[in-house]
């Protein structure tokens, strides 16, 4: 028997790196490939054809691993995902990355200009978000390429994953603090049942690095996104018991 654990998301946010991270261990196998995400959940074609085929079709049998994992950063902002998992994975780990939502919401656009759905001005395509972000082709993509802003409002996915998992299966992490810290990647491990004292080699190596210019937001469109994120902040804070000093901006 398998244990599982699920890296929802969020885009953006490091979860190529925790990827590896859990993917090096000697007792953990992840979901392969990598690229594109396996969302078997939300994907009613593999979906029905169940869980003897997820567990073959997604998963080699590799050495003496008893943890299977998967990364699908779409599920994090579906509900029929949550619910799924909970129904077929219903002793599983949830796992969150969190990132500066600012930070986030900047990655996402260049994200989704480099893969040719972005055309508009970053600011542009910040401030009418609310109008496109449902406007989008579901056949080529799982989730909006212009959800930018939304996606950043974190408490609203914990909260709703918590409806459906007890708060000893979820984890939340931030990216700031995940980067490079041996600390906090042990204290996953153990969270997961993995032993503690491996030591994985990407640790300190860039993962899916994105492909964005160095050029600052204006001060304008900053202000924007600082009011726009900061209620949201302060209520994740509130309900983790996190300082997001990270993300503080003046």
Not at 16 to 28: G, M, N, V
Not at 72 to 85: D, F, N, P, Q
Not at 131 to 136: A, G, Q, S, T
Not at 219 to 231: G, H, N, Q, S, T
Request: proline share 5%; net charge neutral; aromatic share 16%.
């Amino acid at each position: 028997m398998f244990e599982h654990f699920f890296i929802v998301g969020a885009q953006r946010s490091g979860t190529s790196y925790l990827y590896q991270l859990l993917a090096e261990h000697p007792e953990i196998e992840m979901a392969k490939p990598l690229r594109p995400e396996p969302k078997f959940i939300l994907n009613n074609a593999l979906f029905d054809r169940g869980l003897e085929y997820y567990e073959d079709h997604f998963f080699g049998g590799k050495g003496r691993a008893w943890l299977r994992g998967e990364k699908s950063t779409s599920y994090i902002e579906s509900e029929k995902a949550a619910y799924r998992l909970a129904r077929c994975f219903p002793t599983s780990k949830i796992l969150f990355v969190l990132r500066d939502p600012v930070e986030r919401a900047i990655s996402n656009y260049w994200f989704s200009v480099n893969n040719g759905w972005e055309t508009l001005p970053i600011s542009e395509a910040f401030l009418r978000e609310e109008k496109r972000r449902l406007e989008f082709d579901r056949k080529s993509v799982s989730a909006s390429p212009y959800a930018y802003l939304k996606r950043g409002r974190y408490i609203e996915y914990i909260s709703m994953y918590e409806r459906y998992f007890p708060g000893e299966s979820i984890k939340v992490l931030l990216f700031e603090r995940l980067i490079g810290s041996l600390d906090l990647v042990r204290d996953l491990y153990v969270f997961l049942g993995a032993a503690s004292d491996f030591i994985p080699l990407a640790l300190h190596k860039i993962v899916n690095k994105g492909d964005r210019p160095d050029i600052p937001l204006r001060p304008e469109l900053e202000r924007y996104l600082i009011d726009y994120f900061a209620e949201f902040n302060t209520l994740l804070s509130e309900h983790l018991g996190l300082d997001l000093a990270e993300w503080q901006r003046t």
